[in-house]
């Protein structure tokens, strides 16, 4: 803890690398490329001279923020199924879930995961005793972890910086530290902020000593981080944009070449004889005689339009083989992005989606399986801050996989499972599939039903006369 001593640079130096990634890859997110992918200019510099005016960001293809969103649909996009066997718990438990609006909070949390590499949530106690979940972002978080096990945290130590004074730009920097061994306990210190932004380095602490600890009453440590692809060298996650910022961004300076050189060439000019040209008195100058019938003597040029051959063929080749590496190293496949193997406008079956999609699912149950004890643990602390105890053991959590059903796979998959009996009322149906109300539902049945009598009365058996002795 001693990057927190007076003195000592806030943020430290060896995070600085880390908190740059996440300013950028928030830029990204927020379709800013032009600000991050500055840089990457430089690698056609020597191609084209002064890139800079001749090439802008015109045209953004945030593929990045693409991919958060889906897979945070993939994951929780449609909630996952939680349960425990006993059935009080089980209410107290949806109770928590609603309460703490724990899948909105989870699909922010996968978005985090996607583009910071991790993701922090913290479970603390409101002011009426109930609990509740905050997903913290990363910015703010400064690990310090066991040296002879690094996936070991010893502190979870969280920092932002404050105004203390606007007009003389006097800030100050508020930590709240947790420690997973004695998670009873929650310290709070603030300190003076010296320099200025960019440079800052803490000063004298601003707490009182009988500030600095708080009771949390919590048995569990109230902070859990999941990271996207763990590894066993590095206490951080991955996140998803570094393995393909260098694709998008030639993508983005390709596509923006070809657009500037398009407009350029998107007005043509004429050429031909003087004898085209009259004289506009009120302008004073000569100008070309449009609509107009051109005599053409021997020997002057014919009138005629300077048409641009546009040979981009290299260049579009070039785009599409970046974007199949894109589908490729994002683990998000074509499908994700829109390209259903090109076949515009065709019926895709649930079944035939879902092998598209085996990449991007297998990448969503790998981030789904780092969330499942996370989970468990949560609302086993949210439900004994109300006094319930609930295991993590029991409870169960089923994910989904986020793509929409196929009726007709399913009504058939059914259908071959039963013999062709029915496994549904029609009320159940009704309600269901047409989302009608009790009411509605009940008269629908009644209408069906009186249907049915009158069909019924119309083709019964007509006695001959001579059965009823006539």
């Not at 500055?38 to 084209?48: D, H, L, S, T, Y």
């Not at 929409?404 to 269901?432: C, H, Q, W």
Request: with cysteine.
């Amino acid at each position: 803890m001693s990057f927190l001593q007076e003195g000592k640079a806030f943020p430290p130096e060896p995070e600085r690398k880390r908190l740059t990634k996440y300013k950028n890859n928030k830029l990204l997110f927020e379709d800013e490329h032009g600000e991050v992918y500055r840089e990457q200019f430089k690698r056609i510099e020597r191609v084209i001279g002064n890139f800079e005016e001749i090439v802008s960001f015109g045209v953004i293809f945030n593929f990045q923020k693409l991919m958060s969103l889906k897979i945070a649909d993939f994951v929780c996009g449609s909630p996952p199924t939680i349960t425990v066997s006993d059935e009080a718990k089980q209410k107290v438990l949806d109770r928590i879930i609603f309460d703490t609006d724990l899948f909105s909070k989870l699909y922010m949390s996968v978005i985090d995961i996607s583009r910071y590499g991790d993701s922090i949530f913290q479970v603390s106690k409101n002011k009426k005793g109930k609990p509740e979940i905050s997903v913290v972002s990363p910015v703010y978080w400064f690990p310090v972890v066991d040296s002879n096990n690094i996936k070991r945290f010893e502190y979870h130590t969280f920092g932002w910086r404050y105004i203390i004074d606007a007009e003389r730009k006097k800030y100050g920097l508020a930590v709240q530290i947790h420690k997973p061994d004695e998670p009873e306990v929650c310290e709070h210190h603030r300190y003076e902020l010296r320099g200025t932004k960019g440079s800052f380095s803490i000063g004298r602490e601003l707490t009182d000593k009988k500030e600095r600890e708080i009771e949390t009453e919590l048995s569990v440590c109230p902070v859990f981080v999941v990271s996207n692809v763990p590894t066993s060298d590095d206490p951080y996650g991955t996140d998803d944009y570094g393995s393909v910022d260098s694709i998008i961004s030639e993508i983005c300076v390709r596509v923006s070449q070809i657009n500037k050189v398009l407009d350029k060439f998107s007005s043509p000019s004429m050429a031909g004889s003087a004898s085209c040209m009259e004289y506009d008195e009120e302008a004073g100058e000569y100008r070309l005689r449009f609509g107009n019938f051109f005599q053409v003597n021997d020997g002057e040029q014919k009138p005629e339009m300077i048409v641009w051959n546009a040979d981009l063929e290299a260049n579009f080749k070039m785009i599409e083989f970046l974007v199949n590496q894109l589908y490729t190293i994002s683990e998000m496949g074509s499908a994700v992005f829109g390209d259903l193997s090109h076949s515009t406008g065709a019926a895709t079956s649930g079944t035939a989606l879902r092998r598209l999609m085996v990449s991007p699912l297998a990448k969503a149950r790998r981030i789904a399986g780092h969330y499942e004890r996370t989970i468990k643990q949560m609302l086993s602390l949210c439900a004994a801050i109300e006094g319930v105890v609930i295991e993590p053991q029991e409870i169960s959590v089923q994910w989904n996989d986020g793509l929409p059903s196929d009726p007709m796979e399913d009504a058939n998959i059914i259908n071959l499972r039963t013999g062709g009996k029915a496994t549904m009322s029609r009320y159940t149906v009704l309600r269901k599939f047409d989302g009608m109300s009790e009411s509605d539902t009940d008269a629908e049945l009644a209408e069906i039903e009186q249907d049915e009598a009158s069909q019924g009365m119309g083709i019964a058996p007509v006695n001959e006369p001579e059965d009823i002795g006539l």
